[in-house]
């Protein structure tokens, strides 16, 4: 199975200020269709994960434009340009590209 | 709207069997893989399973390769897993989730909790 490793596990962060989620993969997750299918969960406490971006860069509908999501091949970032105090939650990448799909562990983000 | 209602959590002691549903609409189901997603209290989340539009592919997570079995009925929307042999460590939420174009999930439950406790 391919292993997905976030970093860091806990990020807290002041009000306004930007953050940063690392993901990488034990593989690359380039399909062979050409498309590189990672994405980015925000779990708020007591839900369901939330998809924020899919295929690396693409922002779900409703998804503030201060979430980014940059990468390719096995190395993957998550960007808040200026952290809010509803972006509290954990945030997960997964990789859709290889069955079965998997998460990373998380990373916990609070606020400062 | 897209709807998937989870049922079948139990407490069930080690090494017994326990089956998990989910319920699906709002959608047109055979056109979608389909996943079990599992979250062990206070951890992270684990893909556990994925059955394709027709049934005919599976992939399981190492964690539960020869233990569980995913499987679907098209007719009447609904998608299964079977968990044999359980263990005090498959102790979590089950979330069904519908697969997305793209390799990625759109759509989740609310969950079901299973137990697994002498």
């Known amino acids: 199975d391919v292993v997905m490793t976030q970093s860091p596990l806990s990020l807290p962060v002041t009000l306004g200020q930007p953050a940063s989620i690392s993901c990488r993969s034990s593989?690359?997750?380039?399909?062979?269709?050409?498309?590189?299918?990672l994405n980015w969960f925000q779990q708020r406490p007591g839900q369901s994960p939330r998809r924020l971006i899919y295929?690396?860069?693409n922002r779900d509908s409703g998804v503030p434009d201060r979430f980014s999501g940059s990468g390719s091949g096995t190395d993957f970032t998550l960007k808040i340009s200026r952290v809010e105090a509803e972006d509290v939650g954990v945030y997960y990448c997964m990789q859709g590209t290889h069955w079965p799909y998997a998460f990373g562990q998380g990373t916990k983000l609070e606020i400062k | 709207q897209v709807q998937l209602v989870e049922s079948g959590g139990a407490v069930v002691q080690p090494g017994r069997s326990l089956r998990l549903s989910c319920a699906a609409s709002?959608?047109?189901?055979?056109?979608?893989?389909m996943h079990w997603v599992r979250q062990a209290p206070g951890k992270g989340l684990e893909c556990v399973a994925i059955i394709s539009k027709d049934g005919s592919s599976k992939g399981y997570a190492d964690s539960v390769k020869g233990r569980f079995t995913i499987s679907r009925d098209n007719s009447k929307n609904t998608v299964s897993l079977q968990m044999n042999s359980l263990r005090a460590e498959d102790t979590a939420k089950y979330l069904c989730?519908?697969?997305?174009?793209?390799?990625?999930?759109?759509?989740w439950g609310q969950g079901t909790l299973v137990t697994v406790s002498s």
């Open positions: 295929e690396v860069s």
């Open positions: 709002g959608f047109t189901f055979s056109n979608y893989n």
């Open positions: 593989q690359s997750l380039v399909f062979s269709d050409g498309g590189t299918y």
């Open positions: 989730a519908k697969d997305s174009p793209n390799g990625s999930v759109d759509f």
